[in-house]
């Protein structure tokens, strides 16, 4: 089994009205798909009363051997995630009505810890989103590999 692996996810970001005096909306993420879906980059996927909800591009979620504790912590939670950060891009025009988000994915990653790095400096937007069902899979699978491994010991 490889030390590392890969999977591909398409990750949804949301604007949402707020009631607020000092801004009129929030972005956040709220989901990822597995795989790359045949979508283009921020095209909307579906909106309602206050908000709408976008496609923002296909990501990579990397898995390592060495912090297979860290997802193995996060699939036995009460509800496995995956966490979404997000950063201001640098040289966005504030002003820039073609711009459809003003913030850019910068991580997604199933560790909580590696998610957790990114609150200390306040700049980012961190989410969770719910783990689609064909993801915990494949990472219960790199998961499960390594417990194996290290049951029997090295070769």
């Known amino acids: ?3 590392a692996t890969s999977i591909q996810v398409g990750v949804v970001i949301a604007r949402e ?7 009129d909306y929030v972005w956040r993420p ?3 798909l597995h795989g790359e879906p045949q979508v283009g980059d921020w095209q ?11 496609y923002a ?9 060495k912090e297979t504790e860290e997802y193995k912590f996060n699939l036995e939670g009460r509800e496995p995630v995956i ?6 891009p640098d040289g966005l025009d504030d002003d820039d009505d073609e711009t459809p988000c ?3 994915v910068l991580l997604v990653t199933a560790s909580p810890y590696e998610a957790a790095d990114y609150l200390d400096s306040g700049d980012q937007i961190i989410e969770p989103v719910p783990m689609p069902p064909s ?9 499960d590999g390594f417990e194996v491994m290290s049951r029997v010991g090295p070769a």
């Open 30 to 32: 709220v989901g990822v």
């Open 135 to 143: 993801v915990f899979a494949l990472i219960s699978e790199f998961v």
């Open 17 to 23: 009205d707020v009631d607020s005096k000092w801004e």
């Open 83 to 88: 966490y979404v950060v997000l950063s201001e």
């Open 1 to 3: 089994m490889s030390a």
């Open 57 to 65: 591009g296909t990501y990579t979620i990397d898995l390592f051997r």
């Open 102 to 104: 003003p913030f850019a």
């Open 44 to 54: 909307e996927l579906r909106s309602g009363p206050g908000w709408v909800h976008y």
